[in-house]
């Protein structure tokens, strides 16, 4: 059974840094294309970032670019997701999700992790 679970959402300043991990075990993780959402109180979940299956192309939303860092580690079965400068406007949950094909992952990605809390204060 694929599982994509994510950790390391918090409370934080303005100004400051939180990563988040996604592990995927069951999942043959070095064939996915990997991707970060959020979704805040109402509002779409929106694609930040997303990661091909080798870790070679990346893409970012125009909201976090600069400011975001995703990476993987394909011997580990892990995605993070490095979130610098941080604004309260990017309070939100955090999800991973997954696809074969990093064009999919961003729009309808097969798996879905629970979701972690990011909460930025002013």
């Known amino acids: 059974q694929v599982q994509l679970v994510e950790s390391g959402g918090g409370l934080v300043q303005a100004g400051g840094s939180l990563r988040l991990s996604c592990a995927a075990p069951?999942?043959?993780?070095?064939?996915?294309?990997m991707g970060w959402f959020r979704q805040a109180p109402g509002k779409e979940r929106e694609c930040v970032a997303a990661i091909s299956w080798s870790g070679s192309t990346t893409d970012y939303s125009d909201s976090v670019k600069g400011r975001f860092t995703i990476s993987r580690d394909n011997t580990k079965n892990t995605v993070s997701l490095q979130m610098d400068s941080l604004k309260p406007a990017d309070t939100a949950v955090y999800y991973c999700a997954a696809h074969l094909r990093l064009a999919r992952v961003r729009t309808t990605p097969d798996y879905w992790g629970q979701g972690t809390q990011v909460t930025v204060s002013s």
């Open positions: 069951g999942l043959t993780f070095r064939r996915y294309a």
